[in-house]
Structures are given as structure tokens and as C-alpha cells.
């Protein structure tokens, strides 16, 4: 069976629609076929300023909702990258065959240390891709379920496995990206040419899977849209109809053609709360099933110990491999 990893930051109070439709569906849809391993990456999410407490709290939630959502720890490992001590190991291993060029062209980085000022970014921002990389590359991960937004990072993940493979000899797999084909870059309801984030500027674009049901609502029925009255596809012409033809179809498994002969003729607003109640219909279950399994945070931990436990194992052989690989003597 192809080994599948993937991971989410813990950075917020919920995971939005793009984190949803853009990863965590394809991870759900992946566990029959795969040997599937998820991670909630905590590691990466002090990258940037955090509040412990709230990092604590968000690291649970993260776990909660790709449970809800219907990650089953039978079939998946489901752990918190913190209590695998290998990631952060092999992210130094890697970071010294990493070009300081090379890290630099990552177009994520660049964005992110812009907004962080001259001295809010720090090297552990700039080294995040790399431990991303240890991540995947841990487990001879053959695919990598992510949004669009994370195709370049699978690239440098690639040229350093090729790059040690080809240095020290054949020791990791060499992984490639899974990405969905209409929701691999879901936009900010308000401002349909960023792509939702959870950084977003204004709340009203931002759909996250803890809204309360109306607040989900609300956001549709207010999506930019534009002056024209068509519901076509168009990305250049019309973003905010497209990016809603893009949820409604990601949604419901729908093609857009069909999507757009079922709306000719009828209203954006018709389309707006039609999507909204499909949406929420989608979403809600997820919520509640959240907030059950928040209830009892004892049993989230175990279920999370369990998973580090089937993690740890793997990765620590990885690990002593690329060990014995660089030169390090092993200990006596
Ligand atoms: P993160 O936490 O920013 O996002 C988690 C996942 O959600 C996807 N995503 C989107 N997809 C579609 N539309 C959007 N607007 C949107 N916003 C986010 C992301 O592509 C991602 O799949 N670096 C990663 C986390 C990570 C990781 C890994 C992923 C760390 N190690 C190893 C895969 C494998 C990140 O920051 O994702």
C-alpha cells in the first residue's frame, strides 16, 4: 500500500473551507487504499508569534476536526509532530544539505516574512520547508494530499531527497504531490482573488468548520460576486462566481458544467443560498461531532499516544538509517 502523509497547522480556532476541501477530504477519501499517516505539525506553527495556551487548546482541536471529519485512527496514524522527536532531528540533517539560495526562493517564506517586518521573521520560519520535508521523507511517503499553496514546498522536498540519495545513497523515497483538481485553491468569500486563509483581513470571506450554521450562511449570501448576472466559469473574468462554482462542486461531487446548466437562466442570490445550505449541511455534522470529541480531552490524548506511539516506531528506523548514512557514530 502507497504510503500517504500530511499535516495541518494548529494556528487557529478552526480549520477553514480551503484546509477542508483542499486536504483534509482528499485525506479522508485516501484511507482505503493507503497506509495513511496525519499529523497535526505543531512544530511548524511557532513559526510565527503563538500564545501557548492557545497553541495547546488549537493543537486538540486540529486533532478533533480531522477526527470528525472522518480520519479513523484504526486505519490512519494520527499523531502531534511534537512527540515524534525524528522530525525535528532530520530537519537539521536536511537543513545542511539545503542551499541558503534555495530556501530563500521559497515564495511562501517571502510572503509570510514580509508581513512579519524586518526582524519578526525568524530563521525558523526560513527553515520551516525543511522540516516539512522531514516530515514526508520519515516515512517513504509516496503521496502528499495538499492545496496548491504547498506544490512548491513538495518540490524542495523532492530535490532533497534526491539530493541525499544521490550524496549518501539510496535512503528516502522520492514523494510526489496529491492535489485536487477544483479545490485546490479555495479564495477569501470577499476577496476572490486571495485565496482563503486564515490570516485573512476581513471575517466575512474566512468560512471556518466551527462557525456557528448561520455565520456559515451569512458569508455566502454576502460573497462578492460581480456586475454581471451569468453564473459561468470564469476565473480571470469571474472569480467570485468561479470560486463558488468551485465549493459547490467540491462540495457536492458535482461537475461545474452541470452545476452551470442547473443555474442558467436563475440569480446569484439563488446560487448563494443554495450553496450555503450545502455547506452547512456538510459542515455541521463535522462541528458537532468536534466539539463531542473536545469533551473529553483524556481520550483525545490517548488516541493521540497511540498514534505517536505507531509513528515513532517508523520514523526512529528512518532516522537511525540516515544517521548511520551521514557518518555519526552510533551510540556504545
Ligand atoms: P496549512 O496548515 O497552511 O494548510 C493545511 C492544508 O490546507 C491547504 N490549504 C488550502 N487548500 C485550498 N485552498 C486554500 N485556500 C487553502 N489553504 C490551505 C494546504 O495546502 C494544506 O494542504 N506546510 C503545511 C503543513 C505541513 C505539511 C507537512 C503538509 C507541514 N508538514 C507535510 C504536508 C506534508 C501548511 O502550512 O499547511
Given at each position: 500500500?502507497p ?5 495541518m497547522q ?6 477553514h ?11 479522508v477519501a ?6 495513511p499517516i496525519y499529523c497535526?505539525?505543531?512544530l ?10 492557545a497553541?495547546?487548546?488549537?493543537t486538540?482541536?486540529?486533532a ?10 484504526e486505519?490512519?496514524t ?11 532531528e532530520?530537519a537539521?540533517?536536511?537543513?545542511t ?8 526562493r521559497?515564495?511562501?517564506?517571502k510572503?509570510?516574512?514580509a508581513?512579519?517586518?524586518a ?9 520551516y520547508?525543511?522540516l ?6 520519515l ?10 499553496d504547498?506544490r512548491q514546498?513538495?518540490?524542495l ?11 549518501f ?8 504531490a496529491?492535489i ?7 479564495y477569501d468569500?470577499?476577496d476572490?482573488t486571495?485565496?482563503?486563509s486564515?490570516?485573512?483581513?476581513s ?5 471556518r468548520?466551527?462557525?456557528?450554521p448561520?455565520?456559515t ?17 470564469d476565473?480571470?473574468a469571474k472569480?467570485g462566481?468561479?470560486?463558488l462554482l468551485d465549493?459547490?462542486?467540491a462540495v457536492t ?18 446560487l448563494?443560498?443554495?450553496l450555503a445550505?450545502v455547506v ?7 462541528r458537532a461531532?468536534?466539539f463531542?470529541l473536545?469533551?473529553?480531552p ?14 515513532a516506531?517508523?520514523?526512529?528506523v528512518?532516522?537511525?538509517?540516515v ?5 555519526f557514530?552510533r551510540?556504545?
Amino acid at each position: 500500500r502507497p504510503i500517504v502523509f500530511s499535516g495541518m497547522q494548529p494556528s487557529s480556532d478552526s480549520l477553514h473551507l480551503g484546509n477542508y476541501l483542499g486536504a483534509l477530504v482528499n485525506w479522508v477519501a485516501l484511507q482505503d487504499e493507503v497506509d495513511p499517516i496525519y499529523c497535526v505539525v505543531d512544530l511548524h506553527a511557532i513559526t510565527v508569534a503563538q500564545d501557548p495556551a492557545a497553541l495547546r487548546e488549537s493543537t486538540r482541536r486540529t486533532a478533533a476536526q480531522y477526527l470528525a471529519a472522518g480520519i479513523d485512527p484504526e486505519r490512519s496514524t494520527l499523531f502531534v509532530q511534537s512527540h515524534v522527536p525524528a522530525h525535528a532531528e532530520l530537519a537539521w540533517v536536511l537543513s545542511t544539505i539545503t542551499g541558503f539560495g534555495e530556501a530563500s526562493r521559497m515564495t511562501q517564506f517571502k510572503d509570510k516574512s514580509a508581513k512579519q517586518g524586518a526582524d519578526g521573521a525568524t530563521v525558523g520560519l526560513f527553515t520551516y520547508p525543511v522540516l516539512m520535508a522531514a516530515d514526508i521523507l520519515l516515512y517513504d511517503t509516496s503521496l502528499v494530499p495538499v492545496g496548491d499553496d504547498q506544490r512548491q514546498h513538495l518540490e524542495l522536498t523532492r530535490d532533497l531527497a534526491g539530493r541525499f540519495n544521490s550524496r549518501f545513497g539510496e535512503t528516502f523515497r522520492i514523494p510526489e504531490a496529491y492535489i485536487p483538481e477544483t479545490s485546490a485553491r479555495i479564495y477569501d468569500l470577499q476577496d476572490p482573488t486571495s485565496k482563503m486563509s486564515k490570516s485573512a483581513a476581513s471575517d466575512a470571506g474566512l468560512v471556518r468548520v466551527l462557525d456557528e450554521p448561520n455565520a456559515t450562511a451569512k458569508k455566502f449570501k454576502s460573497a462578492v460576486t460581480d456586475a454581471e448576472r451569468e453564473i459561468r466559469y470564469d476565473r480571470t473574468a469571474k472569480p467570485g462566481v468561479s470560486n463558488l462554482l468551485d465549493i459547490y462542486a467540491a462540495v457536492t461531487g458535482r461537475g461545474i458544467p452541470e452545476i452551470e446548466a442547473e443555474y442558467a437562466g436563475r440569480g446569484y442570490g439563488d446560487l448563494k443560498k443554495e450553496l450555503a445550505e450545502v455547506v452547512v449541511d456538510r459542515l455541521a455534522p463535522i462541528r458537532a461531532r468536534t466539539f463531542e470529541l473536545l469533551a473529553d480531552p483524556a481520550e483525545l490524548d490517548r488516541i493521540l499516544a497511540l498514534g505517536a506511539d505507531k509513528a515513532a516506531e517508523r520514523a526512529e528506523v528512518k532516522l537511525a538509517e540516515v544517521y548511520e548514512r551521514v557518518g555519526f557514530v552510533r551510540r556504545g
